[in-house]
């Protein structure tokens, strides 16, 4: 089954380019959301509240705003949380492998991610999507549909690589990859439509 990851720094589309990709049939896979749903179990509760104390969790849920005010301006707590949820989502994604291959009998399967290149995950990967756009235009989608301030809009784009450094890793694994220059305009479609 062939593997195709969709990245790209924050606020560039990624989810948009999943949802046309899903529009077309095509099976799409967040990790993010993927990520967000071990919060709730035993170990990885347990794991969270010894790295950022037991007020992390509020009325037994997550305090997503708490915990993203702290990994965002933090780098070795992000690297912690995600070093903590990165079996979770391996052993997540295998599943769904084997469900998308061997069950559905599908060939090709997408992965969006924000972090995947930092973890190492893209080496599992036969090709790469790396969705750009303007930083002014970026940080104006994210400011106005996400509610985060400028401020941690810049922080949160900082801790994210760039494209040269990403360009070169995937270079050194032999990953081919497309660059999709996305400015919110309908013009993506025809960047993506090989994908179709």
């Known amino acids: 089954m062939r593997k195709i990851g969709i ?13 046309l990709l899903r529009e077309q049939g095509k099976n799409v896979i967040d990790l993010d959301s993927v990520a967000k749903s071990f ?4 170990y990885v509760k347990a794991e969270m509240k010894n790295i950022f104390g037991d007020d992390i969790y509020f009325e037994n849920k997550l305090n ?19 070093k903590l949820l990165k079996p979770y989502i391996l052993d997540e994604l295998h599943r769904e ?40 235009l970026r940080q104006k989608h994210v400011v106005e549909k ?6 941690d809009f810049k922080n949160r784009n900082d801790l994210q690589m760039n494209f040269c450094d990403i360009r070169y890793l ?23 439509k090989c994908y179709f």
């Open 7 to 19: 990245i790209g720094k924050i606020g560039s589309g990624k989810s948009y380019i999943s949802q």
């Open 39 to 42: 919060y709730d179990v035993k």
């Open 64 to 82: 997503n705003k708490k915990l993203a005010d702290i990994i965002f301006n933090d780098t070795e707590k992000l690297e912690q949380v995600e």
């Open 97 to 136: 492998y084997y469900q998308q291959q061997i069950i559905n009998n599908q060939d090709v399967i997408f992965v969006e991610s924000a972090t995947m290149m930092k973890t190492g995950l893209y080496k599992d990967f036969d090709e790469i999507i790396y969705v750009d756009a303007p930083y002014f």
């Open 146 to 151: 996400r509610g985060v301030s400028e401020e």
């Open 170 to 192: 995937l270079e050194k694994e032999n990953i081919a990859y497309n660059f999709v220059d996305n400015n919110y305009t309908d013009d993506i479609i025809r960047d993506i």
